[in-house]
């Protein structure tokens, strides 16, 4: 029988519900559980593929191509189970699934209600991620449920939660609440009051946690830790201290140290191994033991927050282990970036243009993938990346003088990139391959492959065939390729199904290292394996630097 622990928040959002969740994660599945997470979002989003990322954070993609909540990047960064559409559902999609089944005659003509209906519909979707009744079952399903307790929205994922414990019983259901203890400068002092009011509205609710996860920027004494255990009926072994750490992958070793994995496994009657953090460790002293060290710009328009390209960030980081270099991440907002300013780019290593979309700040990034050509720097461009770095050789390499994408300039005299259905037949009909209209529905998503041409630089790095996640719209037009391609320009790989653009480069005897690709490899990577992608990427920006005259190891740096 599957086993679940709920993961709660309170008191403030963006205290690492998703850190801790993939961290105890990783501690059960190192004792040889199979485990898999679950994330609830309260928002009334079908899923966050709509929305703004300065509103929510990147996209995460899934093999099956679901849009999710960034967490899931976390959840495949820590543990080996992949993540696949049932491993993240909403309120809307909640509301969705009852709404059919109230129109279909489903409920014979009752009353639908929040409870039972609705926290019903939850628990059966729990179920679902949790692979319940199937071969793929797992052993433990670790449930974050988004929000703060407190919050109106949360409130039926906490109906279903206690719902959920009270069918299950106490041995097969668990629930860690994670807090947050300030330190109040004024006062010399941390303060606790805000944990006992979360834990006193939990258990208003119904649930009563088995373990605290108390975040604040500093270990909590054992005498706050006492007086937290008093005012919250939670054991004083349960009140686990989450001070900040200098690299997340410190966080399983804090929380085994303190006992949670072995808590949990308790009291969930789990009779396991003892936990191996070799891996762990070895990782935590090759991320604060570099060798060199290299800066990147990251030019894009999401700038103000860094969690609009988490999975991005962690990806050059964990290029950045395997190639025992250091990696600074520069955000250079590309709407400030102009024919004035580009020559900043000059003092970096390395530029990478990531995914986005909408006009705004385009051309700057036409610049950057502009001057990394011009200038022999390495470049990566991803997905929109990539569009700008064809739109910017059609126009200067290949004479296309107005070249754009139809997102930007929709009567651009040459489409370079487009809407599959805005290419033309030579007699001008439209060739219509994609009926939808709605935004939620006219990506490509998830999974795809591509045969490689041989004897390019994606071969090198990928062999014959590249498998790699999607999430866009536009394609680079099939009409101007022979054009591109006289012109210098190499298309790489191409989808083997529709015969699409999937990565451009440029010769290495004209580039030392220029690349764009259409997918988004980021969404692949983990800190064990990194990804042979970024992993080139920073070994180019490494021998770029090197090239320069620039310093190359951290001390000398």
């Known amino acids: ?38 994330k609830l979002d309260p928002y009334i989003n079908v899923d966050p593929g709509t929305m703004s990322p300065f509103q929510h954070g990147e996209v995460f993609v899934t093999d099956d191509g679901a849009e999710t909540d960034l967490d899931l990047g976390h959840y495949e960064r820590f543990i080996t189970t992949r993540m696949k559409r049932t491993n993240n559902f909403t309120t809307g999609q909640i509301y969705m699934s009852v709404l059919e089944k109230e129109r279909r005659g489903d409920y014979l003509g009752k009353t639908v209600q929040v ?61 860690v609440h994670l807090t947050y203890v300030p330190w109040i400068a004024a006062a010399g002092e941390l303060k606790t009051k805000p944990t006992q009011h979360t834990v006193q509205k939990l258990r208003e609710i119904g649930i ?98 860094s969690d609009s390209y988490k999975s991005l960030n962690e990806a050059l980081r964990h290029a950045g282990i395997h190639n025992h270099a250091r990696v600074n991440i520069e955000y250079v907002d590309s709407e400030t970036l102009d024919a004035d300013h580009v020559d900043q780019l000059g003092k970096y290593d390395a530029i990478l243009v990531p995914g986005g979309f909408g006009k705004r700040g385009v051309e700057g990034k036409i610049l950057a993938a502009q001057y990394a050509r011009e200038h022999s720097t390495p470049y990566l461009g991803i997905c929109l990346g990539m569009q700008v770095a064809t739109i910017e ?42 009926e939808k209209s709605d935004l939620g529905g006219t990506m490509r998503l998830g999974a795809q492959s591509s045969d490689v041409k041989p004897g390019t630089l994606a071969h090198e790095i990928y062999g014959p065939v590249v498998t790699e996640r999607h999430r866009h719209r536009y394609e680079a037009n099939e009409q101007y390729l022979d054009a591109l391609q006289e012109a210098g320009l190499v298309i790489s790989a191409i989808t083997q199904r529709e015969k699409l653009t999937e990565i451009v480069e440029l010769p290495r005897e004209v580039h030392p290292w220029f690349m764009g690709v259409q997918f988004h490899p980021e969404f692949k990577s983990t800190p064990w394996d990194g990804h042979p992608l970024f992993i080139a990427f920073i070994k180019a920006a490494l021998e770029h630097k090197a090239k320069a005259g620039h310093a190359t190891s951290v001390k000398a740096a």
């Open 1 to 38: 029988m599957t086993k679940y622990v709920f993961v709660t928040g309170g008191v403030v959002s963006s205290l690492g519900k998703g850190i801790a969740s993939a961290s105890l994660a990783a501690l059960l599945e190192s004792r040889g559980l199979k485990v898999t997470l679950i």
């Open 115 to 175: 409870i039972p209906h609705i926290t019903n519909e939850m628990q059966d979707f729990i179920r679902r991620g949790a692979g319940h009744g199937t071969p793929e079952a797992v052993d433990v399903a670790i449930v974050e449920i988004g929000g703060t307790v407190g919050d109106i929205e949360s409130l039926p994922f906490l109906e279903a939660a206690r719902q959920m414990s009270l069918k299950a019983g106490p041995t097969n259901v668990a629930f």
């Open 208 to 305: 009563q946690p088995d373990a605290l996860l108390c975040r604040a920027d500093r270990r909590i004494p054992d005498d706050e830790r006492e007086k937290i255990s008093l005012f919250t009926n939670v054991p004083e072994y349960g009140v686990i201290s989450m001070w900040d750490v200098n690299t997340i992958y410190k966080v399983p070793r804090v929380l085994h140290e303190q006992g949670l994995d072995q808590m949990i496994c308790t009291k969930l009657q789990l009779n396991t191994k003892a936990a191996d953090l070799k891996r762990w460790d070895t990782l935590v002293s090759e991320v604060e033991n570099p060798k060199t060290e290299v800066t990147i710009a990251m030019c894009g328009k999401y700038t103000d927050l």
């Open 393 to 434: 050789y059609a126009r200067h390499k290949a004479h296309l003088a107005g070249a754009n994408s139809t997102e930007f300039e929709p009567d651009a005299p040459h489409k370079v990139i487009a809407l599959i259905d805005e290419w033309q037949d030579a007699d001008g009909s439209i060739q219509k391959r994609d």
